[in-house]
């Protein structure tokens, strides 16, 4: 007798025991043994199912799978808890000083293929952060279908392919968190439909959608571009337009975004996170993408017809414990009878163009767990509606890898140089951005974060 067999035998003779001592009292020795004899065909028939191939494990997240692998579930998730300080320069009567925890990220997701390996799917939740009291949030709920010859075509719910920074997973960055410039230029989730194609050494994907920040919004809710205004009433310019922010919340009436990457040197996972272990071979890639919205006037809650246009060139590099990443941003906006000023009531077409900068490094020191890494982001700012018309922030801090990114201790410093209300205007619509640790308070701020990650 197999062992799988024995158990089973055991363990239905054990369940048949009790039975057996319930019952004995009133039932006959013949309907005892008919008790029992069912009670052991169907222990088998369950050691018949254990014997049949399916499988249950952890590679790279918990796996349950049938014995032809058509029909497969991968469970993984990952939190993050934090501790912040903020040193704020204010002028106006504020405190000077915020401090305390909170969980930026804590997600579940769900993975794998359905009747046949090729039809795949990815279900991935988030519990949100104090800004909206952790309530359970919607990320991707997307199904596609691999072909034979390297094409893929997904739809549903899902992040579109645009900026790199953005398409590294939160849990994989090199810092605590993206920069400031990667959340006024970069992407989150959006509906539609997704073409790929993965060649060895290159590959684009190209997607029809609803627009940037589109997530979890039903098709009938208009645009909204996020205007901020003079709130200083002994300023002369007091109620007037003073900033268009990367909102652009809401569904566009037509979105495209496309993305091409092109590697040199490597292997395409080496470019899941930024960072590069000790003893990684030399990796090397490129990437162009771009995003084009339209939205008209019945349908832009802002005003009037909204034309919205951003590209991104990217490079990144790699090898033996060091890696680095460069990535410029351009945005253009057309928006037509836009509220000007909220004292006057006037309108008017407003267009601006904003750039971006960031440039990364990290290297790990010599025969230890330890990485070291630095970042510069700048955002160039369109001068039509702010103060000043850059910002710069410094990034400093180090890793401690306890097991990858699955256990992983971040440190860092972020100093944001320019004024930060002006900054807070063009870059988190003027109340500042707390996932980076961006408050928009002050002549200057600097941020300190220590954080813990687990994955699984």
Do not use: C
């Not at 003073?242 to 590697?263: C, Q, S």
């Amino acid at each position: 007798m197999k062992k799988t067999m024995l158990i089973s035998s055991l363990a239905g003779a054990a369940v048949s025991f009790g039975a057996v001592s319930t019952v004995a009292a009133s039932t006959s020795a013949d309907e005892v043994r008919a008790i029992v004899a069912e009670m052991m065909s169907d222990a088998e028939s369950r050691s018949s199912l254990l014997q049949s191939g399916g499988m249950a494990g952890y590679d790279n997240g918990f796996t349950i799978s049938d014995a032809s692998g058509n029909n497969t579930l991968k469970i993984n998730g990952g939190t993050q808890f934090r501790y912040n300080i903020n040193f704020l320069d204010n002028d106006n009567g504020g405190d000077d000083y915020e401090g305390g925890f909170n969980n930026p990220r804590t997600q579940l997701w769900f993975s794998g293929n359905v009747v046949d390996p090729n039809l795949f799917y990815e279900i991935r939740g988030e519990f949100s952060d104090s800004t909206t009291g952790g309530t359970f949030n919607l990320q991707n709920a997307f199904v596609g279908y691999n072909f034979d010859n390297g094409t893929y075509l997904k739809w549903g719910q899902f992040r579109s392919d645009f900026a790199r920074e953005r398409n590294v997973r939160g849990f994989q960055q090199l810092a605590a968190d993206r920069s400031l410039t990667g959340e006024l230029f970069g992407q989150t989730e959006t509906q539609g439909i997704e073409f790929g194609y993965n060649a060895e050494d290159w590959r684009f994907s190209l997607s029809i959608n609803d627009g940037l920040r589109s997530r979890n919004v039903d098709y009938p809710t208009g645009k909204a571009i996020g205007l901020t205004y003079n709130t200083n009433p002994l300023d002369p310019a007091f109620g007037s337009l003073t900033g268009i922010g990367n909102g652009l919340g809401g569904e566009a009436d037509f979105a495209i975004t496309g993305r091409v990457e092109f590697k040199f040197a490597g292997a395409w996972d080496q470019f899941a996170d930024f960072t590069s272990m000790p003893g990684s071979d030399y990796a090397g890639m490129v990437g162009v993408a771009g995003h084009y919205e339209y939205t008209d006037g019945d349908s832009n809650v802002s005003g009037g017809d909204l034309n919205y246009f951003t590209w991104t060139i990217d490079a990144s590099l790699e090898g033996d414990g060091w890696n680095a990443f460069i990535a410029g941003y351009g945005q253009h906006v057309e928006a037509d009878g836009v509220l000007t000023d909220t004292v006057l009531l006037t309108t008017g077409d407003v267009d601006y163009d904003n750039f971006g900068l960031i440039v990364q490094g990290g290297i790990f020191i010599p025969e230890t767990d330890w990485e070291l890494f630095a970042r510069y982001d700048g955002i160039f700012a369109d001068d039509a509606y702010t103060n000043e018309d850059v910002f710069n922030t410094l990034t400093f801090g180090a890793n401690w890898y306890w097991s990858g990114h699955a256990a992983k201790f971040t440190i860092d410093a972020q100093i944001f140089i320019d004024d930060a209300a002006d900054l807070g205007a063009i870059a988190g619509g003027g109340a500042g951005n707390t996932r980076q640790n961006f408050l928009a308070s002050g002549e200057g701020e600097v941020a300190v974060r220590a954080q813990f990650q687990l994955l699984f």
